[in-house]
């Protein structure tokens, strides 16, 4: 990520990393001073900042696909006096990419420190060209290393930052004997990725695109949730015409295939996704939402098979509806 050893913070991932920002900021930042943050944010940033934050905290606004509106990102912190601005660098459930480099540019211009969750990023698009000057949050799982392992890079000018009291490990800013062995999977799986992994982008995203097609050549009516807007070569979310998304899940799964409602960090919510309410998308609309992600190891020949195993889904719903339209047996899918 190109920075000084000094400015990053091993710890146990994302959250811890999210959660000790905000603790820093309701520490360190003037009381008086708004932060700003994107509603479509990862459950831990959006619940560690209203916790820790209060009534210091305001929501940014989104354009219709989930990307921070600049503009208006402008014009508040012009209007009022603000601090930090939390904003993602690539949404974990749509896959839609923040036009980070210009939120950097506007928070320098205003002297607002920016956080910038970094965490499906890394690993997937090339680090350095991440905000040089931000909060960055990355999280080893995301990337082929280890579960359980993260860092911080701090933000330039971060003063007082201790996310642990205690011992002076890792320059006074994180108490506690390291994981040396997970930290030094993480690094390993990061160069990599970086190594490696970057060449065919292109290639892959064409793959997913071709995915997009056939799905839409099989399923008439289905939507890209973000489309039209810079996203992650391996994360779709759509919204489908008709059946809720459990039923597709479920289907899918009997198919052989595992895709999602949402992220896996929002498995345990029986509510819409927040994600989707922020971009404007109904309750039911969110509901009828499928999450597909796809990995380094996933082929051209894995995106086909499930946009085959989509369309027999697609069949099979259709006809038990049609069964249950008939007065035939109703089918509960367990």
Not at 4 to 21: D, K, L, M, R, Y
Not at 131 to 141: D, K, M, R, T, Y
Not at 285 to 314: C, F, Y
Request: negative net charge; glycine residues 10%.
């Amino acid at each position: 990520v190109g920075s000084a050893p000094e400015s990053i913070v091993f710890n146990s991932g994302a959250t811890e990393a999210n959660n000790a920002v905000a603790i820093w900021a309701a520490r360190h930042l003037p009381e008086d001073a708004a932060v700003w943050i994107s509603p479509a944010e990862h459950p831990s940033a959006l619940a560690s900042a209203r916790a820790w934050l209060g009534r210091r905290l305001r929501l940014l606004r989104l354009d219709a696909a989930g990307r921070v509106d600049v503009a208006a990102l402008d014009a508040a912190l012009a209007r009022e006096k603000s601090a930090l601005v939390i904003a993602m660098a690539a949404n974990n459930e749509t896959g839609v990419l923040n036009p980070v480099g210009e939120i950097a540019e506007v928070c320098r211009r205003r002297r607002v420190f920016l956080a910038v969750d970094s965490s499906q990023w890394i690993g997937k698009l090339p680090a350095a060209e991440l905000p040089a000057e931000a909060f960055l949050i990355g999280c080893a799982h995301k990337f082929g290393g280890p579960k359980g392992t993260g860092f911080l890079r701090l933000a330039a000018g971060a003063e007082g930052f201790a996310g642990a009291r205690g011992g002076a490990q890792e320059h006074d800013h994180r108490a506690g004997t390291e994981d040396y062995s997970g930290i030094a999977a993480m690094v390993a799986a990061l160069e990599v990725c970086e190594a490696f992994g970057m060449d065919d982008r292109t290639e892959r995203m064409g793959w997913r695109d071709a995915f997009i097609a056939a799905v839409r050549k099989a399923v008439p009516g289905v939507a890209v949730v973000g489309e039209g807007a810079p996203r992650l070569w391996n994360t779709v979310s759509l919204t489908m015409p008709r059946h809720e998304n459990t039923r597709w899940v479920t289907r899918l799964d009997r198919l052989g295939f595992e895709v999602s409602t949402g992220s896996a960090c929002a498995t345990a919510s029986a509510h819409p996704s927040h994600v989707l309410a922020a971009m404007g998308l109904s309750a039911e609309a969110a509901r009828r939402t499928i999450r597909v992600s796809a990995g380094w190891e996933t082929t051209e020949a894995d995106w086909k098979a499930l946009a085959a195993g989509i369309a027999q889904a697609w069949a099979d719903l259709e006809a038990e509806q049609a069964a249950e339209g008939d007065g035939g047996v109703t089918v509960i899918e367990i």
